[in-house]
């Protein structure tokens, strides 16, 4: 389970909550890659009878050395993203008035 505090947001790699997820009222987005082990994963989805498309994936297991660069390539397309949406509505765009994207 993935809490935030003593509230479940999520099933790591099985299931994902609606409360932790973007809206059009988000204001901060945290990042987060993760490796799963593939059977831990099978063995909790067929547990509680989900069968998801993010068990599908995890329980046939994947590189655990691609999660940094998976969390750093989210990062910079959401960037893209934000300058895309902010570039149609204003149709300026300037370095102070997008947020910054920080990849470690």
């Known amino acids: 389970m993935i809490c935030s505090g003593d509230k479940p947001l ?13 809206n059009t009222s988000t204001k901060s ?21 989900l ?7 995890f329980e046939r297991g994947v590189d655990p050395n691609i999660t ?8 910079i397309l959401i960037k893209e993203i934000v300058v895309e949406l902010f570039l149609v509505k ?5 370095q102070k008035s997008l947020m910054i994207l920080r990849c470690y």
């Not at 999520?10 to 973007?22: D, E, Q």
């Not at 069968?51 to 994936?57: K, M, P, Q």
């Not at 940094?68 to 990062?75: E, F, G, S």
């Not at 204003?90 to 300037?94: D, W």
């Open 29 to 49: 987005i945290f990042l987060e890659s993760a490796y799963f082990d593939p059977i831990s994963i099978r063995k909790s989805a067929k547990y509680h009878g």
């Open 90 to 94: 204003s149709k300026i765009c300037t």
């Open 10 to 22: 999520c099933m790591a790699g099985i299931f994902g909550g609606l409360n932790s997820g973007v």
């Open 68 to 75: 940094k660069y998976a969390l750093k390539r989210a990062a």
């Open 51 to 57: 069968n998801t498309d993010a068990s599908y994936r």
